[in-house]
């Protein structure tokens, strides 16, 4: 029954309620994880997830290189529906986010990275330096956002419509 001055319009049709679906969080910065400055892109990522009805673990602040790798694969036993990591995404020698995720993905989903680098480039043509993955590890989906807050919300843009919808593909939803 609709209330009064409303049609009698249909609901909106939802793509994947995330309700109950976990998620993780790897921020990539040697100097917050020693305490050197405060991580600006966690909260961004954690806030976003919940906002999507995701249940989400406290955000893991690593040093770059093999600890990404280390705090990926210990949130992969909890099988989260999604691990959103930031930072270590660039050209630096310790910047080997991408290095360390790559081996832990059954498949690779470039159209979701084109995309995201597309969203920033809009803005900086720094974007195109990212050398974020985003793919399937088992029905688990791991994307690598760049390390700024500005590059993190360029991401959690491009993933605001498809972030449900993934999650039920992964999981062996096959509705469209």
């Not at 989260?80 to 930031?86: E, F, Q, R, Y």
């Not at 590059?151 to 062996?172: A, N, Y």
Request: aromatic fraction near 4%; proline fraction near 9%; hydrophobic fraction near 40%.
């Amino acid at each position: 029954m609709s209330s009064p001055g409303t049609l009698n319009a249909p609901e909106p049709h939802r793509h994947g309620d995330v309700q109950g679906r976990k998620a993780g969080v790897v921020i990539a910065s040697t100097r917050a994880a020693a305490g050197i400055y405060d991580d600006e892109t966690g909260p961004v990522i954690t806030d976003w997830l919940t906002e999507h009805g995701f249940d989400v673990f406290p955000a893991m602040v690593v040093p770059d290189g093999e600890p990404v790798g280390a705090a990926i694969r210990a949130l992969l036993t909890q099988r989260p529906a999604v691990v959103i990591t930031s930072g270590g995404t660039g050209l630096s020698p310790d910047d080997r986010t991408p290095d360390v995720t790559l081996p832990l993905l059954d498949r690779e989903i470039p159209g979701i990275m084109e995309a995201v680098r597309r969203a920033g480039a809009a803005k900086t043509p720094l974007a195109a330096l990212s050398r974020g993955y985003a793919g399937a590890a088992g029905s688990t989906f791991i994307i690598n956002l760049p390390g700024s807050p500005k590059g993190v919300m360029d991401g959690l843009t491009v993933l605001d419509p498809v972030i449900g919808h993934l999650c039920d593909q992964l999981e062996g939803g096959h509705g469209h």
